[in-house]
Each structure stands twice: as C-alpha cells, then as structure tokens.
C-alpha cells in the first residue's frame, strides 16, 4: 500500500480553458513537449484538478453515507505520459478523500468492467474508474476516459467535470500551488488477469465448455504497440491457439512501427501482410487502448468497417432475428441492403461518434424497439449482452465463438466460416473521404463561429440538390446531408469538434464518384472560408 500524499508546487499556474480539453465523451490534450505549435495542455496540476473533479462529481452522484469510502480506479495505455499522469490523477483523487486502486497497463473495456466485475480480492466493484488513453492519437497526446457502473460518461458529465476543475484550479491558482497533501489508500492490482480471464471463459461457454476450442486455429494478433498485446497469450493461446508470429505486442508509447488504428492503411497492411506471411487462419488488430478492433481473414481480405458491420450484423441476427443494427452515417448502402435484405434485419443509420451510436441503441430499446448491436465504421462496436460496452477485444471474442463452433462441427476451413458470412455484400468500387476544412479566421465567417458557417454551408447544399432530378435526398438522415444518385451517394457532414465537413463519396465507378463531387463543388464554390482542395483535386480529370 502506497500514500498519494505529495504535493505539486508550480511555479507559474497559467490560466487554463478547461472546456477546450474536452472532446465529445472524453477528454484529450497534449500531455507532452517537443512537437513544434503544440503547447502541453494535460499538465500534471491540470490533471490533478480533472482527477479532483471527477472524485467530487462521482461523491454527488453516488450519494453515498460517510461511513463508506469510494474506491476509483485507474488503469492507462501504452503511451509516454503515462506513469507521470497516473501519478496526477492518484493526487487529484486522493485530495477528495478517495480511495484508489491502479491497474498499471490496462485497456479502456476493462476499465468499465472493473465497475460491476464482484470479487473482493480484487477490491471490485469499484465506485468509478479513469482510462488514461488518447487512443490512436500521436505519442504527444493524452487523455480521459470515465466510467461509472451505469456505463461510460456523456457529453454533460464531462462539462461538468471540466467546470468543476476549472474552479479547483482557480484555487490552485490562488494558492500558488495544487494539491495540498492529502493521504488515501493506493493499492495495485492486476486487475487484466480478471478481465482476459473473463473473455477466455465466454469463449469456452460458447463452444459447449470445451477446454481449448481453438485448437489447431493459427491466430495473429497485431497490437500496435499499444495496450493489447495481452490478447495472445492470455486470451488466445489458453483456448488452444497457436499465436507465432504476432506482432508490436510490447507496448511502446512511441508507436514505432504503425499507428494502432483499425482504419488506418498502414496499420491494415501490416496484419494483413502478418497473416500471409504465416499462412495465418486469422489475424487480429486492435487499436490503443482495445475498444475498437478489426480482423483479417485467411486470404487476406480486410474484415474492418462496413464488412465488419456486415459480420457482426450476420452473427448478431443469428442469434436475435429481426433485431436492429444502429451504425454511424457514413456506412454503405451495399451495407443497409445486406442488413435488411440478406439477413432480415432493420438497418438504422445514426449520427457519427461511437457514444451516439450506442445511445440511439440504448434509447431505441427502452422504446420498444429491439436493438443488439451498435456499431461504428471506426471499430467501435457494442452488444447488449455486454452492457452496451464498446469493447474490441469482445467482438473479437464473437468471432472466435464462431471459428469455435465450426471445429466442433468439423469444419476445417479456417476463418472461411466469417468469410462466408459476408458473402453477398455488395461493396463500391470507389469510396472516399474528403475533409474540406474551414478556415476560422476568414472574413467570410464574419465573426461568427465553424459550426455556424458549416450549418449555412449545409442548408445551402440541401436547397441547391432539391431542384436537382438527377439527386435524391435520403428520406431518413439524423446528420448532415446525404443524398443519392448516378449509382451512388455522397454524405457532407460538420465534424463533432473541429472545424471541418468530412465528404463520403461512394460509387460503381471512378466517373460516378466524379459526377457526385462535381455536384458538391458547383453548390459550395462560394464560400470563400471553405478550403475545397482536396474535393478540386478529385474531381480533376486523371
């Protein structure tokens, strides 16, 4: 048992725009030097204050009486700020009065599942826990996550977290100094041997509760270099897997070999070409801190995005007919004609951002209509049957329930069983993303803000398609503008957080996807702050 007790003395505390650190349903900024125009913003006072903050939120929300201390724990990825934020959080908690319970190296699953997992030996459930994670973001970069029993924290409760620590700080401020010394248990646990424990065992339950379902199955893992190297040996190779040949499973800060990110080319190329490379039957890649993940099958063939939603819907439907996927905007029509009707499901195509998917899942069961799935093109995929959590590792773990039982009912094809899944998706032989990005100091904004002139931007599209023949508008769309025609679609959406309208384009052909950016360029050619570049760019005959 440890004391976070010491306290930090700062010698100038600047003021902080505590708002500005937050990003949707987390919390992200620079935690360190070195990286020219980025000021470090995820101080460790700055994190004492959110860590304080967060701790008096969760005493007013658990209403707890004095006789009971709460318990928060923290677990982080494998990033290089790690140790020095944990060590800022453990004050900022301890300064409420707080226990606390560090995980070390931990993915941002286990995190909520440390919330309702009972075991006393493990000191769980714990009242609230905190990820230290940035996700695929740079190695400069670091952040927040929370999580109460009742699930991951909303867009609300994270501005009031930031408003509280903005006025704990103010106090910082006052005082010259953060926190004062404060003493509260810190204990460690090793909280993963719980959470991989608890996966291996959903996979053996799957397969009738054989000891090593996997046996025979050769299984690659890709980490990234991120927090979920732990997947091969504690998870895969105790269900009989033969795991040689994974990769980047050390965790490294650095990210020296890929960025560990499901949608990022690269880091695609490299499972893929791991999987050829050892004959592989499968191939797993998660990104940071393993709440989004994706798969590679045995010839290769990238199991991410909309064929990721098009499995998880097959195996979902499967098991619950008729029930509702909700995804983000930007999946395929090729995607909503499979889900409705290859395997009779009901396709719901929601707004961007994996905490609006799952909510509109959530909202869409508790009125009546029955929804299993929530999943984002980004990895981000969530199951009622776990806790509407998404967790990476567990939609891997849905997948090797599948290779399970095909070996058990003698099938020796390898991952061929997914495969066969998606057969009958039809996907565009062009998609793209364009992201045309608007420029705040221009004269155009006229002093008002991004996400104003990116709502004119918008309205005038949708007035400029609505005398078009050629162009339907969707007839159910929750964000944006998308509409469809020369064989295809286009999605022009404002960003959750910055100033940029991200432009899908999907398509049968190169000259198709032409023609629908040449409908967006002649309707957005006047406004002056929009950088249209990379949509010029592409329209430009070859």
């Keep these: 048992m440890a004391a976070a007790s010491s306290a930090t003395t700062v010698p100038s505390l600047d003021k902080v725009d505590f708002l500005k650190l937050q990003n949707g349903s987390d919390i992200r900024g620079v935690a360190v030097a070195g990286v020219e125009g980025e000021q470090v913003s995820l101080t460790e006072s700055v994190t004492e204050a959110i860590a304080a903050a967060f701790s008096a939120w969760l005493l007013d929300k658990k209403k707890v009486d004095t006789s009971r201390r709460l318990k928060v724990s923290i677990g982080h990825d494998s990033r290089i700020s790690a140790q020095l934020l944990q060590d800022a959080v453990s004050r900022g908690i301890a300064s409420v009065g707080l226990d606390i319970v560090q995980y070390g190296l931990a993915s941002t699953p286990a995190m909520f599942n440390s919330t309702l997992t009972e075991d006393d030996a493990f000191l769980c459930p714990v009242d609230g ?89 050769h299984i690659i893992v890709d980490a990234g270099n991120g927090a979920g190297g732990f997947f091969a040996a504690k998870v895969l190779e105790p269900l009989g897997a033969i795991t040689s040949g994974s990769q980047f499973l050390e965790p490294d800060g650095m990210f020296p070999n890929h960025i560990p990110n499901p949608e990022d080319k690269a880091a695609m190329k490299a499972i893929t070409q791991a999987v050829l490379d050892n004959k592989a039957d499968l191939g797993i890649i998660f990104d940071t801190d393993v709440d989004r993940s994706a798969a590679v099958d045995s010839t290769g063939r990238e199991l991410n995005r909309n064929r990721l939603i098009a499995l998880m819907s097959a195996i979902v439907l499967e098991e619950h007919p008729g029930t509702t996927i909700v995804t983000d905007s930007v999946t395929s029509d090729g995607l909503t004609s499979f889900i409705e009707k290859k395997l009779g499901g009901k396709h719901h195509k929601f707004k961007r951002g994996y905490k609006n998917v799952i909510d509109e ?20 995929g969530a199951l009622k049957e776990n806790h509407w959590l998404d967790d990476g590792a567990y939609l891997m773990v849905k997948l090797l329930n599948k290779l399970a039982s095909a070996r058990a009912s003698v099938r020796n094809d390898g991952s061929k069983v997914l495969t066969d899944l998606v057969e009958g998706l039809d996907e565009p032989a062009i998609a793209v993303e364009l992201r045309l990005k608007i420029n705040q100091s221009h004269p155009d904004l006229k002093g008002g803000s991004f996400q104003d002139y990116g709502e004119a931007v918008l309205k005038h599209l949708e007035n400029s398609i609505a005398s078009d023949p050629k162009l339907q508008r969707a007839p159910v769309n929750y964000e944006g503008v998308r509409v469809s025609g020369f064989g295809g679609w286009f999605l022009l959406r404002l960003s959750l957080h910055d100033p940029v309208l991200p432009l899908n384009i999907e398509a049968s052909s190169q000259e198709d996807a032409v023609k629908l950016g040449l409908e967006v360029a002649a309707a957005l050619k006047e406004f002056q702050a929009l950088d249209t570049s990379a949509l010029d760019k592409f329209v430009q005959p070859q």
């Design 129 to 217: 826990a905190i990820m230290i994670t940035a996700s695929h973001l740079p190695y400069n970069r670091n952040g927040f996550k929370f999580f109460t029993n009742a699930g991951g924290l909303g867009k609300a409760d994270i501005k009031d977290i930031l408003e509280r620590a903005a006025n704990i700080y103010s106090n910082f401020l006052a005082k010259g100094c953060s926190v004062k010394k404060a003493s509260a248990s810190v204990k460690m646990i090793d909280y993963m041997a719980v959470y991989t424990s608890d996966l291996v065992k959903a996979v053996r339950k799957a397969a009738g509760n054989i000891e090593k379902p996997l046996e025979g199955f």
């Design 361 to 380: 899942a959530i909202r869409l069961n508790s009125a009546g209509e029955e929804s299993h799935l929530a999943i984002e093109t980004s990895g981000h």
